[in-house]
T-cell receptor, first 111, second 115 residues
Framework: GQNIDQPTEMTATEGAIVQINCTYQTSGFNGLFWYQQHAGEAPTFLSYNVLDGLEEKGRFSSFLSRSKGYSYLLLKELQMKDSASYLCAVRATDSWGKLQFGAGTQVVVTP | DAGVIQSPRHEVTEMGQEVTLRCKPISGHDYLFWYRQTMMRGLELLIYFNNNVPIDDSGMPEDRFSAKMPNASFSTLKIQPSEPRDSAVYFC?????????????FGPGTRLTVL
């Protein structure tokens, strides 16, 4: 089975940086995804990591350490529109195509 | 591309009634997923298909739930009979395995309320 942990909620100020951590335990590992979900909307893809290291995409970056079962999503220059839930999802080697989602981290951006 | 299309967007029904949710995946995608999302349980995978064939239905709650994919452009999720605890947002997603990776794209969801 898989176990994915991420904080329930984080609050940050507009223009600041927030780091959302995700730890996972899987029977095998074949990729980690981050999704953003605004209230009442569908999840949308943000990033994908399968090798160790940092992937940067504009204001968003995602880091992976497979040996530690750890990832983080870094949101820089926070904007009000970044207020949303951020979901960490892991794919195990024995279940290609299937993602196990964490409960999500609600990020609240304040003025 | 129009993205993943789901219908209806909202469904209100009474306990015991049959409910059918529909999904049209992104053209050319070879995987299709049905998820359910609730506050208590988060986003749960119910079933997924590869090239129209069901691969893993271990997330389907019970025999009241069934899913079909008769062709590459259409899938249904049926609940019969429905119960109040089935109230949730049901998402359909599709993906294409290409270059060693795939990304799931979600439809807008169907908000189901069973009274």
């Amino acid at each position: 089975g898989q176990n994915i942990d991420q904080p329930t909620e984080m609050t940050a100020t507009e223009g600041a940086i927030v780091q959302i951590n995700c730890t996972y335990q899987t029977s095998g590992f074949n990729g980690l995804f981050w999704y953003q979900q605004h209230a009442g909307e569908a999840p949308t893809f943000l990033s994908y990591n399968v090798l160790d290291g940092l992937e940067e995409k504009g204001r968003f970056s995602s880091f992976l350490s497979r040996s530690k079962g750890y990832s983080y999503l870094l949101l820089k220059e926070l904007q009000m529109k970044d207020s949303a839930s951020y979901l960490c999802a892991v794919r195990a080697t024995d279940s290609w195509g299937k993602l196990q989602f964490g409960a999500g981290t609600q990020v609240v951006v304040t003025p | 591309d129009a993205g993943v299309i789901q219908s209806p967007r909202h469904e209100v029904t009474e306990m015991g009634q049959e409910v059918t949710l529909r999904c049209k995946p992104i053209s050319g995608h070879d995987y299709l997923f049905w998820y359910r999302q609730t506050m208590m349980r988060g986003l749960e995978l119910l079933i997924y298909f590869n090239n129209n064939v069901p691969i893993d239905d271990s997330g389907m709650p019970e025999d009241r739930f069934s899913a079909k994919m008769p062709n590459a452009s259409f899938s249904t999720l049926k609940i019969q009979p429905s119960e109040p605890r089935d109230s949730a947002v049901y998402f359909c997603a599709s993906s294409l395995y290409e270059g060693g990776r795939d990304t799931q794209y979600f439809g807008p969801g169907t908000r189901l309320t069973v009274l």
